[in-house]
């Protein structure tokens, strides 16, 4: 399904009243996403591999609506295919998370999901036979996050589903690199960026399980 369908189904739920979830249920679940993408620029082609795996532990605060917090983590690699190098992040999450579901029937529902959390991790460049020098970088920052959903009740107490990660964020690092030369030479970088999830590829999708105790 195309993802502006998504956005769309997402919107409607915020204005339904239908109830799922009891209050006072405890929500278990996780979530993961791969992709794995080719990308071509003038200069050079290069190709990267990302995952990220988070857990969640919430309570229904009230009918259909879930208030908890997340742990994560995700890892990404871009290697050069033009040019050789390699540029591996590692990245740790933490942060509270609310979701909002809606039956559609036939053990179906919609959901939207709001994040907010902190990050930290570590960035390596590493240029391979070349005499460039390699890059070391630690990061700290924050994002928003809204992730709409489908999913499937396989159980009475168990659930799956298909998420569209992050459709739409915002997020804030700052990163203080290290350039190893016989002189190690400090930078550091802020950004603030807007950003959009929007591909139609199936890479762009992520999955997850849930337990309603």
Not at 151 to 175: A, D, I
């Amino acid at each position: 399904m195309p993802k502006f369908y998504f956005l769309l189904l997402f919107v409607l739920i915020t204005f339904s009243a239908s109830s799922q979830i009891r209050k006072n249920a405890t929500f278990i679940g996780g979530q993961f996403a791969f992709n794995n993408d080719n990308n071509k620029f003038e200069g050079g082609d290069d190709e990267s591999r990302n995952g990220s795996f988070n857990l969640l532990l919430g309570k229904a605060l009230s009918e259909n609506n879930v208030l908890g917090v997340s742990v994560g983590a995700s890892s990404s690699k871009t290697e050069g295919l033009t040019i050789p190098y390699s540029n591996t992040n590692n990245r740790y999450n933490v942060g509270a998370f609310f979701r909002r579901y809606n039956p559609l029937g036939s053990k179906f529902y919609l959901f939207g999901q709001f994040d907010a959390g902190v990050s930290f991790g570590k960035e390596e460049v590493d240029y391979l036979n070349t005499a460039t020098a390699d890059t070391e970088g630690k990061e700290f920052g924050f994002n928003l996050g809204i992730t709409p959903g489908v999913s499937y009740q396989l159980s009475k107490k168990m659930q799956v589903e298909v998420t569209l990660p992050n459709v739409v964020g915002l997020q804030y690092s700052r990163t203080k690199y290290e350039t190893k030369q016989p002189q190690p030479i400090e930078s550091t970088r802020t950004r603030t960026s807007l950003y959009t999830n929007l591909r139609t590829s199936l890479s762009a999708l992520g999955f997850g399980f849930v337990f309603i105790i």
